[in-house]
Nanobody, 125 residues
Framework: QVELVESGGGLGQPGGSLRLSCEVR????????MAWFRQIAGTEREGVAC????????YYVEGVRGRFTISKDVSKHTIYLQMNNLTPDDPGVYTC??????????????????WGQGIQVTVAS
């Protein structure tokens, strides 16, 4: 059964760091592009970072480029989002998601078929 389970959220300091994890269950991680999304209060959900399945290509939304890093450890069945230099614009609910195997396109932020439940990220001094 496909399941995505996020962890690692909580309180971060402005300028500090957090690392989010998404354990994937029920499918081979190496065969699917993956992404992180977020929904900031009062805004619509947006794509944050994505990772292609086999060539290492990554893409980031402009607001996090240079601060966030998406990666994966196939042996641990886990996708990561390293969040550095946190700002007051970053708090929200972060969710990992899986692209459809043959239809998903990393930069399109569309054609995703499974989502985690989301995890809260707060930034405060």
């Amino acid at each position: 059964q496909v399941e995505l389970v996020e962890s690692g959220g909580g309180l971060g300091q402005p300028g500090g760091s957090l690392r989010l994890s998404c354990e994937v269950r029920g499918f081979p991680l190496e065969y699917y592009p993956m992404a992180w999304f977020r929904q900031i209060a009062g805004t619509e959900r947006e794509g944050v970072a994505c990772l292609n399945k086999d060539d290492g290509y990554v893409y980031y939304v402009e607001g996090v480029r240079g601060r966030f890093t998406i990666s994966k450890d196939v042996s641990k069945h886990t996708i990561y989002l390293q969040m550095n230099n946190l700002t007051p614009d970053d708090p929200g609910v972060y969710t990992c998601a899986r692209y459809k195997r043959f239809s998903g396109s990393c930069e399109s932020w569309s054609c995703l078929d499974y989502w985690g439940q989301g995890i809260q990220v707060t930034v405060a001094s």
